[in-house]
């Protein structure tokens, strides 16, 4: 049979969270918590029975938004803002409340300097302030004033105290206020008069000294003539460039030989056009006289003079139009630089004017400022002094404090509340404690996550009431060796484990068992030398046994003993070596093992634990199929983890694991799946209690 793949060295998926173990885990040490939770209880009664009651008294005042300190007869009628537009504001009051001026006016009026605690005290408003609460109410303008004391009567005395002295500071202050700005005001109203008859004197000074008058709302003399001369100008210089763009049109078309008449000024001239008119005339009729006589006849030579002479009166006038176009030119040019040198005459005369008038404009600003600033500067004296005779404190006691008659200190039911809650999370955390620092193997997923090895079965702690249990995880791991074993015949399985007591050769003894009551023949060799425990275990003596073979030669087949279950043989430890590595080590381990392998299906070999020595990873070797024992909740992980490697470094056929003596009424979910029956056909013979049951050796 072809060996199954070994599959140890890939750990398999972390396993989550468990809460139904930690569930069970609390449900377990439930007698833990509640003694933590009784005894937070017992101690926090104990601390309120032993604190002194605390009465507290409060007296409840209003606050209105604050009015501004200059305000008009209707602002000081209807009041500021609301809160959240005046929270600046309200913070500040509530801090005024606690300050050491209200605190030094209550400790003197109260005379609480003559009595203890504040008699001799270094800073006695600082110890009033330590009893005061100020608590404003949401969503509303009341503030609660509270004073909490052993004294119920003093409690509400001194609350009421502190209310009547923050509201008559309160008072005294915004009177103050509104006297500091009525007399600012008068301060301010006499000096802007003042002002204000100077700039009208000097406004009247002006209006004598300057030559100057311009109608209210239009515009100065100076400033038309301007605004005209500019037109006649710019007229002028357009006529000027355009006859400027004709004379060069004429004199270029003279320079080309040109005829004048498509000039604009020629074209559209009254005796230019009759003169063309009546060329044309006399064209047609030259025309009409060739035809009828020759170049030489009288009609002929009368028609061509004519035509000469209408010619030059045309040119005559063409001469005519330039020279007037000539003379209009110069005269235009002469009216433009008079109209500049007036226009800059009359710009600096304007430029003058509006200085004038700026000055002037200046002083008129001036005294219209000084008058509105003292119209206004009277109008806010007469209202601030009318509305400070109708002026109302914004600040009330709605409520005055009375004396308590409940503590509120200590809050003996919240006290033992919180110590229930306490003890309860003291308690709980305890047990995780324990469980966290206990580091053992607490279940198979700490064999599979941590040992990153497979579980071959999970054999409970032995009882008269879960036999079947146990015969049901013996025969699971029957049959992981059976899927486990590389051949058909002479399987060495290695069982081994941590420390010694986990149980080793009880788990040898009952595989052993089953093996054999299956039909296959089995031999169970003892090679824990140093603390043989098969042969108490199946009956038999420990002497002949496995060192007489490598000690004294005794033949093998005079060692193997037959015991009282059919198909299963033991070879016992013989006589204790003083050195049992060095047998372990000897060329004939291999010869023992391989005559045994010859007559037996199965050899099961009871090795010392790997924590200890080193004989199992001797013995390791030589094997087929490791199995190794771990006892439930005993070992160090840490250990276990070392002694694997160990394990893994000499062989690679380390099959899985054994948990062995789980308590399975602390942790009986793992086993739900096991059958109810009273027995199995092939069940071992029932072990004895005290080595089930402890799970040793």
């Known amino acids: 049979m072809q060996p199954l793949p070994h599959t140890a060295a890939s750990p398999p998926p972390e396993i989550p969270l468990d809460l139904r173990y930690y569930l069970e885990l609390v449900w377990r040490d439930?007698?833990?918590?509640?003694?933590?939770?009784?005894?937070?209880?017992?101690?926090?009664?104990?601390?309120?029975?032993?604190?002194?009651?605390?009465?507290?008294?409060?007296a409840l005042v209003q606050i209105e938004p604050p009015a501004a300190t200059f305000m008009s007869v209707s602002d000081a009628l209807t009041g500021g803002g609301g809160y959240y537009q005046n929270a600046d504001f309200y913070n500040t009051?509530?801090?005024?409340?606690?300050?050491?001026?209200?605190?030094?006016?209550?400790?003197?009026?109260?005379k609480l300097t003559d009595r203890p605690p504040f008699k001799g005290h270094p800073d006695p408003e600082a110890l009033f302030l330590s009893y005061v609460d100020i608590e404003p109410i949401p969503e509303s303008r009341l503030v609660r004033v509270a004073v909490t004391l052993e004294d119920p009567k003093e409690a509400a005395l001194w609350a009421n105290t502190l209310a009547e002295v923050y509201i008559e500071q309160s008072l005294a202050s915004r009177v103050q206020a509104a006297r500091q700005a009525y007399d600012w005001l008068q301060e301010r109203l006499a000096a802007t008069q003042e002002a204000m008859r100077q700039a009208r004197g000097k406004l009247i000074s002006s209006y004598q000294g300057q030559d100057l008058f311009v109608p209210e709302g239009s515009v100065s003399a100076v400033t038309s003539s301007i605004t005209r001369l500019n037109e006649d100008y710019l007229a002028a210089k357009t006529r000027r460039i355009t006859l400027e763009a004709a004379l060069k049109q004429i004199e270029d078309k003279r320079r080309r030989g040109e005829n004048l008449e498509t000039v604009p000024q020629m074209a559209t001239d009254a005796m230019v056009g009759s003169l063309n008119e009546?060329?044309?005339?006399?064209?047609?009729?030259?025309?009409?006289?060739?035809?009828?006589?020759?170049?030489?006849?009288?009609?002929?030579?009368?028609?061509?003079?004519?035509?000469?002479?209408?010619?030059?009166?045309?040119?005559?006038?063409?001469?005519?139009?330039?020279?007037a176009l000539r003379a209009e030119y110069a005269q235009l040019e002469k009216r433009e630089t008079?109209?500049?040198?007036?226009?800059?005459?009359?710009?600096?005369?304007?430029?003058?004017?509006?200085?004038?008038?700026?000055?002037?404009?200046?002083?008129?600003?001036?005294?219209?400022?000084?008058?509105?600033?003292?119209?206004?500067?009277?109008?806010?004296?007469?209202?601030?002094?009318?509305?400070?005779?109708?002026?109302?404190?914004?600040?009330?006691?709605?409520?005055?404090?009375?004396?308590?008659?409940?503590?509120?200190?200590?809050?003996k039911k919240r006290i033992a509340a919180l110590a229930l809650a306490l003890g309860?999370?003291?308690?709980?955390?305890?047990?995780?404690?324990?469980?966290?620092?206990?580091?053992?193997?607490?279940?198979?997923?700490?064999?599979?996550?941590?040992?990153?090895?497979?579980?071959?079965?999970?054999?409970?702690?032995?009882?008269?009431?879960n036999v079947h249990l146990v015969t049901e995880a013996y025969q699971n791991l029957r049959t992981a060796l059976i899927f486990g074993r590389r051949e058909e015949t002479g399987q060495v399985v290695l069982i081994t484990g941590t420390a010694p007591q986990e149980g080793k050769?009880?788990?040898?003894?009952?595989?052993?068992?089953?093996?054999?009551?299956?039909?296959?023949?089995?031999?169970?060799?003892?090679?824990?030398?140093?603390?043989?425990?098969?042969?108490?275990?199946?009956?038999?003596?420990?002497?002949?046994?496995?060192?007489?073979?490598?000690?004294?030669?005794?033949?093998?087949?005079?060692?193997?003993?037959?015991?009282?279950?059919?198909?299963?043989?033991?070879?016992?430890?013989?006589?204790?070596?003083?050195?049992?590595?060095?047998i372990l080590a000897r060329k004939q381990m291999g010869d023992f093992l391989n005559h045994l392998r010859r007559h037996f299906d199965w050899i099961l070999i009871d090795a010392p634990p790997v924590a200890s020595v080193t004989d199992a990873l001797l013995l390791a070797r030589h094997a087929d199929l490791v199995v190794y024992v771990v006892e439930h909740n005993n070992v160090d992980k840490k250990l276990i983890k070392r002694s694997v490697s160990a394990l893994r470094k000499v062989t690679p056929?380390?099959?899985?694991?054994?948990?062995?003596?789980?308590?399975?009424?602390?942790?009986?979910?793992?086993?739900y799946y096991y059958p109810q029956t009273t027995g199995t056909e092939g069940a071992p013979a029932k072990p004895r209690p005290k080595a089930v049951a402890a799970g040793k050796k």
């Open 30 to 58: 439930r007698n833990v918590i509640a003694a933590a939770a009784a005894a937070g209880v017992g101690l926090g009664l104990l601390v309120g029975f032993l604190q002194t009651p605390q009465y507290q008294a409060a």
């Open 93 to 110: 009051q509530f801090k005024i409340r606690r300050s050491r001026g209200v605190a030094e006016a209550v400790v003197k009026r109260l």
């Open 278 to 323: 009546q060329l044309s005339t006399l064209s047609q009729q030259l025309s009409q006289l060739k035809e009828k006589y020759k170049e030489g006849h009288p009609e002929v030579q009368k028609a061509q003079a004519q035509i000469v002479q209408l010619r030059k009166t045309r040119d005559a006038r063409f001469g005519q139009i330039v020279d």
């Open 338 to 411: 008079e109209f500049r040198n007036a226009i800059e005459g009359q710009k600096s005369q304007a430029a003058s004017q509006s200085r004038k008038s700026s000055e002037l404009e200046i002083l008129k600003k001036e005294e219209q400022s000084a008058t509105s600033l003292y119209e206004v500067l009277l109008q806010k004296l007469n209202e601030t002094d009318i509305a400070s005779s109708i002026r109302n404190n914004n600040v009330s006691v709605m409520e005055k404090a009375s004396a308590p008659s409940w503590p509120v200190r200590p809050a």
């Open 424 to 465: 309860l999370a003291l308690g709980i955390g305890l047990i995780f404690a324990r469980d966290y620092l206990d580091n053992t193997v607490k279940g198979p997923e700490d064999i599979e996550r941590y040992l990153h090895l497979d579980l071959l079965a999970a054999v409970p702690k032995y009882d008269e009431a």
């Open 505 to 582: 050769t009880t788990t040898l003894v009952n595989i052993a068992k089953l093996l054999a009551s299956s039909g296959e023949k089995a031999v169970a060799a003892d090679f824990d030398l140093r603390r043989a425990q098969l042969h108490a275990r199946l009956g038999l003596t420990r002497e002949p046994g496995v060192t007489d073979f490598f000690v004294r030669h005794q033949d093998l087949d005079s060692l193997i003993r037959p015991t009282r279950v059919p198909n299963l043989f033991a070879i016992t430890a013989g006589p204790l070596p003083p050195n049992p590595p060095a």
């Open 653 to 671: 056929n380390l099959l899985g694991a054994v948990l062995n003596s789980v308590d399975i009424k602390a942790k009986g979910y793992y086993y």
